[in-house]
């Protein structure tokens, strides 16, 4: 079946700009997260979507990200006011929600590579 | 807070040779653990994960990993490298705190195969 996707792949914008990035999980997974991935900081957490419980946003770095999750699939997350620092690569991944605390496997996507000029 | 460390940024093995790639990490409740491979423009891909069965975990592409307690560590093997292994290895801890159970990462290990 269709695995997470990304859109777009690649995205080069000049600092101050607004961007918004896409992530399609797959068909049926509940939960759905966003890391992102940059040179200096590795591969961090952002935010996290379960349901249509409150997301857990306590990995945004600041206040001009901000993530949507519509009708309980497509996400789109936002960075407002570009800067060179935010230049990275952003995973999403979905997983599917099982009972009594068990984990469940996360399927990345292919990830967005931002640059900021 | 839970947090996992790879000892060695590029770890570089002739084809053939044992591939291992270490991972400590750090928790204070019994964790989840994960092995992901990362290829060259690509997303994350899970090798292995250890979730409290049993201590040798055996994944995908001949890669095993085995929990020990006693040293907090989750260490990456592979008996044989071949060419095709080339690529970014991350090792993650489960952190559920407050419900989520996102990933908390090493900063990675790049491992290249030489011929």
């Known amino acids: 079946g269709a695995g997470v996707s990304q859109s777009p792949s690649n995205k080069v914008t000049e600092k101050g700009k607004d961007v918004e990035l896409r992530c399609d999980p797959i068909?049926?997974?509940?939960?759905l997260y966003w890391y992102r991935q940059s040179l200096g900081q590795g591969l961090e957490f952002l935010i996290y979507f379960q349901g249509n419980s409150a997301p857990d946003k306590s990995g945004l770095p600041s206040d001009r990200f901000s993530a949507e999750r519509t009708g309980g699939s497509v996400s789109t997350l936002t960075i407002q006011r570009t800067q060179q620092e935010d230049s990275a690569v952003y995973l999403c991944?979905?997983?599917?929600w099982g009972a009594g605390g068990s984990y469940n496997e996360q399927f990345f996507g292919p990830g967005t590579r931002l640059t900021v000029l | 807070a839970q947090s996992v460390t790879q000892l060695g940024s590029h770890v570089s093995v002739s084809e053939g040779a044992l591939v291992l790639l270490r991972c400590n990490y750090s928790s204070s409740v019994p964790p989840y653990l994960f092995w992901y491979v990362q290829y060259p423009n690509q997303g994350l891909q899970l090798l292995l994960k250890?979730?409290?069965?049993?201590?040798l975990v055996k994944g995908i592409n001949g890669f095993e990993a085995e929990f020990k307690k006693s040293e907090t560590s989750f260490h990456l093997t592979k008996p044989s490298a071949h060419m095709s292994d080339a690529a970014e290895y991350f090792c993650?801890?489960?952190?559920?705190?407050?419900?989520?159970?996102?990933?908390?990462f090493g900063q990675g290990t790049r491992l290249t195969i030489n011929p």
């Open positions: 068909s049926g997974h509940t939960a």
């Open positions: 993650a801890v489960s952190d559920l705190s407050q419900g989520a159970q996102k990933l908390v």
């Open positions: 250890y979730t409290s069965a049993a201590t």
């Open positions: 991944a979905s997983s599917p």
